[in-house]
């Protein structure tokens, strides 16, 4: 069988090289052949001559019913030879016609031929003596044989290589990492013990994975094929590698590049940095134009001698702070390991939180504020939003805080949890205080995609007993984009059970006008970036003029985010914008500081 050696490296490392079988020989030499031969009492002279073809047994095999004959090629290759083989044959020549047959079979075989029929066929071919019986079991075995050889080829090298780029795999980039960092280890070792010191000169290994930043969905959506994206990708990479960079691929848009021997860590850093220029070009695809900007995380033995699952690991991290910091190039130093251990302390005590309901919903008043000289405001509704009230994470984002509880998988408990919740409080204004306030809650695009979610609200309506209209379900127009069909279904569903629906952060998505047109929306969220600088920049308000006529025109509410004093209110009232949002009014607090705010607001009345 063939082995995946180096070579086999190399050729795979050509640009446009992916055969499955291109490293596959026939290794059958004479005395293998003969060693065979003796196992069916067959000598070298008993298959000199005389030959002979059966024509009857090949319109047999040919007449013979599916699944032996099922095709139209009828095992075209190895019938061709096997009718054409000669009557008399020196040894070397019929260790030659062997050979020519079983690589006619396999020919066939990668076609898709059955080996049953290849066995049939067989028999076509005779030996004119009383050892006809041994050259057909003969033939069959060597048949049998060479097939199994393929098939535990085609199953080392699907192990070892991935079939689309035909690039070495993962799985081959640990198995030679260990084997390297073995084999280095073993050498010091040898060295330390003749000469009592660490003289030997040691080989050096630099491994860069590459994340090549390629968004898939954006792709689809312009016609372009991955396979031909991340091929050109590739290619682009191999240029610029030298014979001692083997390029491997690690993933749907990741690439590992090892190089051996690294004589110096500034390489890396010059790898990285040659193959961000080349990125810069356009990359030669077919339907558009496209400049990638790829992430690299590096390391070397000169930073850290360990295993090669460490090794790996290390450059793992490298790329993921790449990445979270917007940096292209990052090599690997013992603060990223510091760093990624904070995260992950971080990040399990987040979801530890969650499941011990340790998080909590704060409420932001949004205050309806009526245009006619002399009369208040009202307090109609209110937003819901996260917080950990955790004094050593309290600097938190809330952002942050829901990016790691999607990212672990624990969305769908978050949204079941932050649900109950909003219909709870909701429940205990309108029982408890006589409060009628409408709640607001975020859904992200992959809450949307969950068609689940109309039950679910459905049933928290129905436990807590408020009316679905004092739920309101907020949206951004980029999460209405990931699958527009499939979210309008779920909203469709959504507002059947009488919820209303707010787009938030209005202005800031892709195409807002026709999305306000066609989505069934009730209000519409001024996002703060327009409303906050109002007062001193004519041409933020006159976005927020234009936004406040088509909300109205449509027949929308306005709710202005950002507020934050009186002068940006005031404009805001001769806009004719109907709700306003800010520290103008009040923070996000908790329930309890909400309930009290109220009695006082409505006391006060503050306009």
Not at 529 to 547: G, L, M, P
Request: charged share 15%.
């Amino acid at each position: 069988m063939a082995k995946l050696s180096n070579d086999t490296l190399t050729a795979a490392n050509q640009p446009g090289s992916s055969s499955l079988y291109q490293d596959f020989a026939i290794e059958l030499d004479s005395n293998l052949l003969l060693q065979i031969m003796n196992s069916y009492q067959l000598k070298a002279s008993d298959v000199t001559g005389d030959f002979y073809f059966n024509p009857q047994t090949f319109n047999q095999f040919i007449k013979s019913p599916p699944p032996f004959n099922g095709r139209s090629s009828v095992l075209e290759n190895t019938s061709h030879l096997i009718s054409r083989w000669p009557q008399q044959l020196s040894w070397a020549q019929f260790n030659h016609q062997i050979n020519q047959l079983l690589l006619a079979w396999l020919n066939d075989y990668k076609l898709g031929e059955n080996l049953d029929a290849a066995f049939l066929l067989a028999r076509g071919l005779e030996l004119k003596s009383t050892k006809n019986s041994q050259f057909q079991s003969l033939l069959i075995h060597l048949i049998a044989r060479v097939t199994n050889q393929l098939e535990q080829y085609k199953f080392s090298y699907v192990q070892n290589f991935d079939l689309d780029t035909g690039l070495p795999s993962q799985h081959l980039l640990a198995r030679l990492l260990k084997q390297y960092l073995n084999t280095y280890s073993h050498k010091l070792l040898l060295s330390s013990n003749e000469t009592g010191s660490h003289e030997a000169e040691p080989i050096h290994l630099g491994l860069i994975l590459v994340n090549l930043n390629i968004n898939f969905d954006e792709m689809t959506q312009l016609n372009s094929s991955a396979t031909s994206l991340m091929q050109a990708a590739i290619n682009t990479i191999q240029q610029h590698l030298n014979e001692h960079a083997t390029l491997f691929y690690v993933g749907p848009i990741e690439l590992a590049i090892l190089i051996n021997p690294l004589k110096s860590p500034t390489q890396l850093s010059l790898i990285a940095t040659k193959l961000i220029h080349a990125f810069e070009t356009e990359l030669p695809l077919e339907n558009i134009t496209l400049i990638l900007k790829p992430y690299f995380g590096a390391i070397s033995t000169f930073n850290i001698q360990t295993n090669a699952i460490s090794i790996y690991e290390y450059a793992r991290l490298a790329l993921h702070h790449a990445i979270i910091k917007n940096e292209q190039i990052k090599i690997y130093d013992q603060h990223i390991s510091s760093s990624f251990m904070n995260t992950h302390l971080l990040d399990e005590a987040i979801i530890e939180a969650l499941q011990q309901n340790e998080l909590a919903v704060f409420l932001q008043p949004i205050v309806s504020i009526n245009h006619k000289a002399g009369t208040n405001g009202l307090c109609m509704s209110a937003e819901v939003l996260l917080r950990w009230p955790n004094q050593e994470w309290q600097s938190l984002s809330p952002a942050r805080l829901i990016d790691v509880i999607y990212k672990k998988g624990f969305g769908k408990v978050f949204i079941r949890w932050l649900i109950n919740n909003a219909c709870q409080r909701c429940a205990e204004l309108r029982s408890a205080h006589q409060y009628n306030i409408a709640l607001t809650i975020n859904l992200s695009s992959i809450d949307l995609l969950d068609a689940d979610l109309p039950a679910l609200l459905a049933q928290s309506i129905a436990l807590w007993q408020i009316p679905a209209e004092n739920l309101i379900i907020e949206i951004t127009e980029s999460d209405i984009l990931v699958d527009e069909l499939k979210v309008s279904q779920v909203i469709d569903k959504i507002k059947l059970l009488g919820c209303k629906l707010a787009l938030d952060d209005f202005g800031t998505g892709y195409s807002s006008m026709a999305r306000l047109r066609n989505m069934p929306i009730d209000i519409v969220k001024i996002d703060q970036s327009f409303v906050r600088n109002i007062a001193t920049s004519n041409q933020d308000k006159e976005i927020v003029q234009s936004v406040v006529k088509l909300a109205h025109s449509l027949g929308k509410e306005v709710v202005a985010e950002g507020v934050e004093n009186v002068a940006c209110l005031t404009i805001l009232k001769e806009l004719k914008c109907e709700k306003i949002q800010g520290y103008y009014y009040a923070k996000p607090m908790p329930f309890d500081e909400f309930v009290l705010w109220l009695n006082t607001f409505k006391a006060v009345r503050r306009v």
